[in-house]
């Protein structure tokens, strides 16, 4: 069995023997901003989560107008094929990646094992930044498709349709309602959306190499826990990093149809005033 939809994905071989190529461009995106400073895979363009693709005001993405200018200023056009990695298994690689696609970005791919592959491999790190020409980009209308807001969450419990909690069994439970080091991410409740499956996200990536796991145990893993390809699926973290990584194998290496990320996660959800939840 292999993976429904391999284009997404490509290996670090691949990106060695791409570095120079014109038509693509490599993007680091980590949770850990000062890593790309440190050293990286030479010609990578940073992306930093929260100052690049976060809203300056609101709690949402950039605009559309901005995300254009983020493009741009990458010197990407829509013809060029964006290769994102990471630390952490690519949680926000994978969260850059879906962006991208939000605003309709089409020829995307994650570097399997992100940052820690690549340094294992001893291969070249590079301080320098690179400079890159403008163009003018052109982005989509936001696609809603795969992206859930709070309604949608509502309308889902309604219809009792899947739910995928990726985070930690102990903040599954509510044991854990705050993550030590991530002030910005507390909610005043801890727990669970209701009807919601616990499948951490880390159980998706092999912990020797930040690898994602065979097509055999990607499926094992969630038709095990009935999460399964008809129907939409919503997955869910604390912020939407690490369950953009989920909504990357359940849509790219299974093929789900349907799946959305809901990246207002438990910040929202925890903090919502009227909302179910269970522990």
């Not at 949770?31 to 989560?49: N, R, S």
């Amino acid at each position: 069995m292999s993976y429904a939809h391999p284009d997404y994905l490509v290996e670090t071989e691949w990106v060695a023997q791409h570095l120079s190529d014109p038509e693509i461009r490599i993007v680091e995106s980590d949770e850990d901003p000062l890593l790309y400073a440190i050293g990286h895979i030479p010609g990578a363009a940073q992306v930093d989560w929260f100052t690049t693709l976060q809203h300056p005001l609101r709690r949402d993405f950039v605009t559309r107008d901005q995300f254009e200018e983020v493009a741009s200023k990458l010197g990407i056009t829509n013809d060029t094929t964006v290769v994102f990695y990471g630390d952490k298994s690519n949680w926000f690689a994978c969260y850059a990646l879906w962006l991208f696609q939000y605003y309709g970005h089409q020829k995307v791919k994650i570097m399997n094992g992100g940052r820690t592959k690549w340094e294992q491999e001893k291969r070249e790190l590079v301080k320098d930044v690179p400079a890159f020409k403008p163009t003018t980009y052109k982005a989509k209308e936001a696609d809603k498709s795969i992206r859930a807001f709070r309604d949608d969450v509502f309308k889902s419990l309604e219809a009792k349709k899947p739910l995928v909690d990726v985070r930690s069994p102990k903040e599954y439970s509510g044991e854990l309602t705050h993550m030590p080091n991530y002030p910005q991410e507390g909610a005043t409740r801890g727990g669970h959306i209701p009807g919601a499956v616990s499948i951490p996200w880390a159980q998706a990536v092999n912990e020797a190499d930040s690898t994602f796991k065979t097509a055999e145990e990607l499926k094992a893993l969630y038709e095990g826990k009935n999460i399964k390809s008809d129907g939409e699926i919503i997955a869910y973290c604390r912020i939407g990093e690490r369950s953009s990584l989920t909504w990357f194998v359940l849509k790219y290496l299974l093929g789900y149809p349907t799946v959305k990320n809901y990246d207002g996660s438990w910040t929202e959800w925890g903090n919502l005033v009227d909302a179910p939840i269970e522990k």
